[in-house]
């Protein structure tokens, strides 16, 4: 039978290590969006997927679904993925992008598409950038911003400040209600 030597280096890094995982497990923290510790208050995040109305003011309003994931990432799909972007024929892709926690109740996204002629040849690119405002539910949001298409280049052929959005929380059973507007 062999015999194993512990020492009491070993002994306190062991010990060290399992007092530091409990620790950890008994008081978990999460991150939000901007990268600051939870405070575990119940305080709402963009975390989810939204339906919204989008209005431009170069085209009729259209429905938009966001899926904003914990630790900034950003993803939207738009029903005007075949018509593309504004004075721009062709398709665009789905934009994909990051957001952050600005404030208790405002959030600043960022995301980028890109775009595609009438044949699929690739055009540039379509941006938007957002000012979030959520309603003191957590389950509605409106949005301004602007979007900017650029060419292959980088070259900016328009830039527009006039969208807005109005956003309302998805849940596991479709659309939560709300008794609220967003922003207010």
Aim: hydrophobic share 35%.
């Amino acid at each position: 039978m062999a015999h194993t030597r512990i020492n009491r280096r070993g002994m306190l890094t062991g010990a060290v290590g399992v007092v530091g995982a409990l620790a950890v497990l008994q008081n978990p923290t999460s991150a939000d969006a901007a990268g600051s510790a939870g405070t575990g208050d119940d305080v709402w995040g963009l975390e989810g997927t939204w339906l919204s109305t989008v209005a431009l003011a170069s085209r009729a309003p259209f429905q938009s679904l966001s899926t904003y994931a914990g630790g900034g990432g950003l993803v939207t799909t738009a029903q005007t993925q075949v018509r593309g972007a504004p004075n721009r024929p062709g398709p665009i892709s789905s934009h994909h992008g990051t957001w952050s926690r600005t404030g208790e109740l405002t959030f600043q996204r960022h995301a980028t598409a890109f775009t595609f002629d009438p044949t699929g040849a690739p055009t540039g690119t379509h941006t938007t950038d957002q000012r979030i405002m959520m309603a003191a539910d957590g389950q509605s949001y409106s949005a301004q911003g602007t979007v900017t298409v650029a060419d292959l280049t980088g070259k900016v052929l328009l830039s527009s400040g006039a969208g807005t959005e109005q956003a309302t929380r998805m849940g596991t059973h479709g659309m939560h209600a709300t008794g609220s507007t967003a922003g207010q």
